[in-house]
């Protein structure tokens, strides 16, 4: 547990004390447990030193317990034009990350984030340039309302009502899968196995309510990233339905130097068949850094 920006952060770090750094930042909802431990160590074999967290409201992080949200009347809001007031935003997030960066002395990182996590990601490299090394920002999308929208059986799937028992979990992670997993590469073995291990350690469904929150009531990322200058690699699933290709499309295109890699087959999630091909590209990215 270390303290960051006010808050307190659940962290591990892995690897070699002179590796490049490397920070995880995870989706909605999702535990610092929802990164399979195979995909970190993958990345600790490449010579990585790699950080990995719950973000606030998750896991055994701060929780927000006395900031409840209505997330009907947040929408409403959101649908009319209007500013919601909102516990905290994506770029309180993004200083979460920045500060876990400072309490580790570690002065700046490579930072990669998945969905929620990529849209923090690029906050951070908006808010913080001197924290961030260079970029990989998956299966994301940059706030602009006109693009990564959920399929409406995404959507279904995302806001239906949590899960009461670890059989329900586990069902409702298969099901997830069969709506926005992988449809080239299925493991319904290890949606089960993550399900399990989130399960094990922590629910806390107000938490999540947060932070779609965070997502809805902040502003649109396209003009800062177009001031970004660190490598920045996109990638994205052209199966993924719960932020849909059109997301990574909008994020590659507003920053002008960045790389897009479309993946066929692949949706909302990180198949261990397609370990070895994100990692090469992460791997790209952080050797185009200048060296720190």
Known sequence: ???????????????????????????????????????????????????????????????????????????????????????????????????????????????????????????????????????????????????????????????GSPPTTVDEAVQAALDAEQVWGSPAYLDPEASEARARREWDRMQYPAGMARQIAAIFASPSRTAGLQGVRVPFTVIHGLADTLVTPSGGARTAEAVPHSTHLEIDGMGHNLPKALWSQIIDAIADTTTAAPAA
């Open 1 to 159: 547990m270390v303290h960051a920006n006010g808050i307190d952060l659940c962290a591990e770090v892995r690897g070699p004390d002179n590796g490049e750094p490397l920070l995880l930042v995870m989706g909605l909802g999702a535990q610092k447990v929802s990164w399979d431990i195979g995909f970190v160590e993958a990345l600790v074999e490449r010579g990585y030193r790699v950080a990995w967290f719950d973000n606030r409201d998750v896991g055994l992080s701060t929780k927000l317990d006395d900031q409840p949200v209505d997330l009907g009347d947040l929408m409403g809001k959101v649908m009319a034009g209007e500013s919601p007031d909102v516990p905290y935003l994506l770029a309180d997030m993004a200083a979460d990350a920045a500060g876990l960066l400072d309490a580790l002395d570690v002065d700046s990182a490579h930072i990669v984030g998945v969905s929620m996590g990529g849209m923090i990601v690029q906050q951070m490299a908006i808010d913080h340039p001197d924290k961030v090394r260079s970029v990989v920002s998956i299966m994301s999308t940059t706030g602009d309302p006109d693009v990564g929208q959920p399929s409406s059986e995404a959507s279904a799937a995302l806001l």
